[in-house]
């Protein structure tokens, strides 16, 4: 191919097993120096595992690194700092309570034992200056954005002296302005004589800011293309190994009377802040109202505030007709609201009791679960037995802990508990993420069953596929507030990202 | 949880919380309670003298007027409170008022008799000092992310150690280093078991509790009494030359037991290292957010290992200031309870060294306030009732109840602690 | 199989008349009341003569198994017992070994001859130390089988009882240990349960204890049957209303329960100090309450020197209770749910913090519960210094009993032989009692690090999962 010298990283032959799993099978992986990388695939494709082996965080069970052209060995993450590579993590690795200068410094052997902050205050200073990252060396982590976290990670990466930058998934919190000027800044860099490999899963994002893409699926390297060469649909193809059918078919909706309308609505997120923002919209039986948008834009709250798990400030939420607003999770449960949390372990299931147990979380206060005060063992296992038939869900017994089960199970398992509740509503919050493409489409099978049944459905995706494939209607959330509600039929892609971008659509105006 | 905690100290809600209402409603207890005081429990013209060994009387109150004067003053404080809204001046309040309060308690106390200020003062700074050494051990272990509830047990270790040692060396000093070296051993077995091992930090603690009492007791009656080894004798209050003649802060701070000076000196140190050192950074680092430290190439149990074990070699000395600071010879469970005061004290503080220094220093003061009122045997007024030493002795463990319950004021643990990390 | 044997059983108990099932109830009750001495005696000697009933049971066991396919069935269902019981045997085995090498080598014989040279007596010395300790540790704690041999004999020949309630002292004595500890260990199972970390024991014990000592002393003239249940209730929701401060703060205000519960035992410690040596003190200068009316004692089954009570009735009693709360009833089920996963728990419609506030009194209750039987069965009063460490080593016996009542009694019942043989091996070897205590922190270190065991006997690593279920006790800091 090229002379190996011209490579900033060369990984070949990397396998990495995980107890069950190959997450990367003998993966060959090469970026050139100066350019912008895009690592693409699915959730679970392997790309975040690749990047930790490079970032000594993993040790790869097989194969061989070169950096710069010369054999590596990245056993912690301290060669990978020497060997300049710097990366940025998914989840920030910043310590909250320290101030981005102290962040900045963490684990550096300079200044040996004297904290001489100022001056290093002055240096960020002018690193930021030349990067054009705008950030103020004394604040403490938590009072920042998210999108100033970012850019001390890359400061903190760039003091470190990286001149190879790997970022995890960097658009996933950030505005799509956000990561404008995050792609600007890269671009800089890269200008600079950086090199930088970004994972995404986005195809448009990769596309734009790419210079070469490498596709990775169930831990093998589908194929390592130039950006101009190629087409999203053709990545789409490579990504999930077939051809992407962007409507899925399903029955017309017939739509009934309204079963849930929000009206007004605000509530605060877990940090005190304004969450959601006079949101109003309403929910059909026999209906699919998909809510898109980037995360971290009020969805959870959104749904929380449904539920009557967060408390609601302001507004009014009516399940068929009646007021449950900041009523208790018990009394809306009762009104016929099912829900299916964005995490399933750690708030849908108990993953350290049975089975049986967590099949009866929502009803084991009623007959013939539940008898005056005691439960009924019978009852119970035989409830369980016919939901772990009825919904085909793996599992050795009833008995069996929870914790044992695959994450696809586990998702049935939350559904065949809420839709045997037989809801009028249901709250559904990412209900495929991380879930392999049987059960994605079981799941998604389930949702649209319990929908001609009848159904109300608040569907909550951050997968716009997803979202055009199943709802009946879309609803677009930014930053707390509703910018829109389309038919999915009239929908575009292209209007709904201008939307979960924060513009209004043209009706309205615009601004 | 951690997300809750930090929800309260950052957004300060505007408008009535339950805890301003709670600390106004304290101040105005606390206000009556010494007008009271003033009006039932002194007589018009008392005296309350206070006095030095060297100097005699230093300045004598009228009680009953004074004591009015600092009801009002704290009546005050709780108008002002409600007059200019609870947000202002919120800092310095809490502090103010248990000034006040201690003093007013004192001069009630000292009305028709005299007290030794510099005394009292020195009886509080002794009183502190195992209880500082602890909190520092705390510290230590819970800002690298490792709980510890295992000082009291370490405490005892050291002071067993301590006897043992300086009677077969026949050497306090000798004995001093044993017990820091017995308290850090333990801290060892601690970190093995919670680190390596991955125990639940609270067992591995409470087993070292269980140990320290049941393994100090049998060693003690099976072989430091039969071969004669339990009197070795205390330390001698060391004078530092000239300084020590200073009046009135001479005997206070430079005639002391070794461990004091030693209390003293670590308090600076520890509080240099935390918090103004890259060690310090990293070891903070460690407790708040392991991972993000790992990726930085800090070794982060490695860390752990060396904070646990430093703060065992803390705790050993707080021991020896039991065995061979006061009693001389080692007494079953002598520590009595004061490693868990010293836990309280680190929460009072804060997890900062001089935090828990100041709450030390007041739970010795209450410490020192307890033993001069049962040879005073003030009776409170109305109910004629002596109070007893006890209820004192409670304090430390109250106020700890109510600062975590938040009441009056938030406290931060190190958001990581308690869980072991796992590289990936 | 036999599960469907039960249910038919049960079917069938079901479909009789109400009157017919309290009669049997009242018979089934009221038989062993009536014989409950005659019972506890052949309960002690059958424990004091442990190697035969143990050989008994297997025999009775190999009967059992012939119907269901003989030995292959009976060595799969001894297997599956001994592999639970594996990690906590070789447990306390281990430890019982390093309490043997401290003993030996705390001897100040053992160091004399070692200093001279003479290894060989020095072993030969420390091997005798240890093996008359022990002896007379077991002796404490199970009696001397000889001696209960031959005094059944002499009962049979016409001497009376007193012989045999002589010799069963060692099993009594450990029965009668293992009540506060069954208790106790219950308190902080429950907790456990809920996720809640009752370090707070040991003070709830004491409250319970002096609240139904204020109760027993206070009322003189009652009836029996109003004044000990009385007494009884009263100590259990004192130690429980305790315990419930820590609950509350919790569920109110988020202060952890670990902080709470450990500066309300040395508020309660101090509290006991004044009221007994203050305000309830009888004779001057004892710190010690006057003795509780007779009413109010928990009878003994036999005479002196058995002094097994009711309380053990009682503690075997709350076992089942809790059991039966915690897996049969629909608060049990709020209480582990909360207790595994607090979000679950929220979103399945449950009072999270309602939850902690019960199982705090809950638990409180059976630590007062542990006072209580102390305070009314054996000491009769109240003095300075009484708890004892029940408190502490409770939460030994949770870990030991993972949480589970039969677990805890199980383990109860261990420790109080090991408490009561202590008695026995300090007179006679003069090892202090203290011994226990080590060997008891030992055991608890080497359940909460199971690897420890495993890498001491070479053991197979077992199933992740299995280790991480293990592991799921509460990892977490005590924030807010």
Known sequence: ?511 | MAVQARTVSVSEAPGLSRRDIFVTILMLLVGGGILILGAFGTQAGDQATFTDQKLGTLFSLSSQPTLYLMGMACLFMAGMRLYRGFAALRAWFGLALAVLAAFAFLVWMSSGTTLNVPGMIQATLTAATPLTLGAMCGLLCERSGIINIAIEGMMLFGAFAGVAFAAIFDNLWMGLIAASLLGGAMAGVHAVLSIKYKVDQIISGTVINILAVGATRFLNLRVLEPAGLSTPGTFDAIRIPVLADIPIVGPILFENQPTTYIMLILLVVVNYVVFFTPWGLRMRACGEHPRAADTVGVAVNRMRYISVVIGGLIAGVGGAYFSLGQVGTFEDGMTRGQGFVALAAMIFGNWNPFGAFAAALLFGFANALQVKMQILQPVLPIINVPIPPEFLQMAPYILTIIVVAGVVGRVRPPAQEGKPYEKQ | MTEERSAGLAARIAALPLWVRLVALAVLVGVPVLLSKWLVLILLIALGLWPITVLVGLVGLALFSIPRGGWPWMRSWLGARLRDLAIPLLSIFTALVIGALVIMFTDAEVYAALSSGQIVYALRVGIQNVAVAYGALYEGAFGNPSDILEAIGRALGGEGLDPILRAVRGPSDSMVQSVPYIFAGLAVALGFRAGLFNIGAEGQIGIGWIAAVIVGFSFRGLPMIIHLPLAIVVGAIAGGLWAAIAGFLRARTGAHEVITTIMLNYISFRLSEWLLCGPLEFTRGTCRTQEIAESAYLPRFLSHPVTLHWGFVLALAAAVAVGWFLFKTTWGYELRTVGANPNAARYGGMSVTRTWVLAMFLSGCLAGLAGVSQGLGISHNAALGFQAGYGFDAIALALLGKSHPAGVVAAAFIFGVLRAGAARMQSVAGVPTEIVQIIQALVIVFIAAPAIIRAIYRFRERRREDIEAEMAVFSRGWGA
């Not at chain 1, 392997?46 to 690194?65: F, H, N, R, S, V």
């Not at chain 1, 990286?162 to 860099?189: C, G, H, W, Y």
């Not at chain 1, 992407?244 to 029955?251: A, D, E, I, Q």
Request: contains cysteine; hydrophobic residues 40%; negative net charge.
């Open chain 1, 1 to 511: 191919m090229e002379d190996t010298s011209s490579f900033a990283i060369r990984m070949e032959g990397i396998t990495k097993r995980f107890p069950g799993v190959v997450a990367n099978n003998s993966i060959d992986f090469a970026v050139r120096q100066g350019e912008i990388h895009a690592l693409l695939g699915e959730n679970g494709a392997g790309k975040t595992t690749l990047m930790k082996i490079l970032a000594g965080l993993y040790q790869p069970d097989e194969g061989q690194i070169w950096i710069d052209g010369r054999a590596a060995s990245v056993h912690s993450p301290r060669d990978a700092i020497d060997l300049g590579i710097g990366m940025i993590h998914q989840h920030f690795m910043l310590v909250e309570s320290h101030t981005v200068a102290e962040n900045i410094i963490l684990g550096l052997d300079v200044p040996r034992f004297v904290l001489n902050l100022e001056k290093v205050e002055r240096e960020i200073a002018k690193l930021a200056d030349q990067y054009h990252l705008l950030v103020d060396p004394g604040a403490r982590i938590w009072q920042l954005s998210v999108g100033e976290q970012q850019r001390i990670e890359i400061l903190k990466a760039l003091y470190r002296g990286a001149r190879i930058l790997v970022m995890d998934e960097p658009t996933a919190v950030l505005t799509p302005q956000e990561a404008k000027q995050l792609f600007n800044t890269l671009r800089s860099m890269v200008a600079e004589g950086h090199t930088v490999v970004f994972i995404s899963h986005k195809l448009g994002e990769v596309m734009s800011v790419a210079d070469r893409i490498t596709v990775l699926r169930r831990g093998e390297v589908e194929a390592t293309v130039q950006a101009s060469e190629t087409s999203r649909q053709d990545l789409a193809r490579m990504m999930v190994g077939r051809e992407v059918l962007f409507r899925v078919g399903k029955r017309e909706s017939e739509p009934g009377d309204v079963v849930l309308e929000i009206d007004g609505l605000g509530a605060l997120n877990d940090k005190g802040l304004e969450a959601l923002r006079d949101v109003s919209l309403t929910v059909r039986h026999g209906e699919i109202l998909g809510v898109a948008g980037v995360a971290g834009n009020g969805q959870r709250e959104l749904a929380e505030a449904i539920v009557g798990l967060r408390p609601v400030t302001r507004g009014q939420i009516r399940v068929d007709g009646e007021g449950v607003t900041n009523r208790t999770p018990r009394e809306v449960m009762d009104r016929g609201v099912a829900y299916i949390p964005a995490d399933r372990i750690g708030s849908g299931l108990v993953v350290n009791l049975s089975v049986a147990e967590n099949l009866i979380l929502k009803c084991y206060r009623d007959p013939p679960i539940c008898n005056w005060f005691f439960l009924d063992g019978d009852a119970i296992s035989g409830h369980a037995q016919e939901l772990v038939r009825a919904y085909d869900v793996m599992t050795p017994g009833i008995e069996t802990r929870t914790r044992l089960l695959s994450g696809g199970n586990l998702q049935k398992l939350i559904l065949a508990r809420e839709i045997s509740s037989k809801p009028a509503l249901m709250v559904s919050v990412y209900p495929t993420r991380g879930l392999d493409v049987g059960a994605t489409e079981a799941v998604r099978r389930l949702l649209l069953e319990q929908r001609d049944a009848g159904g109300g459905i608040l569907l909550i995706s951050e997968d716009l596929d997803e979202l055009l494939s199943m709802s009946d209607r879309i609803a677009v959330l930014y930053e707390g507030r509703i910018m829109g509600i389309v038919e999915s039929q009239e929908a575009r892609v292209e209007a709904l990202g201008l939307m979960m971008a924060g513009t209004a659509p043209e009706e309205d105006g615009g601004e």
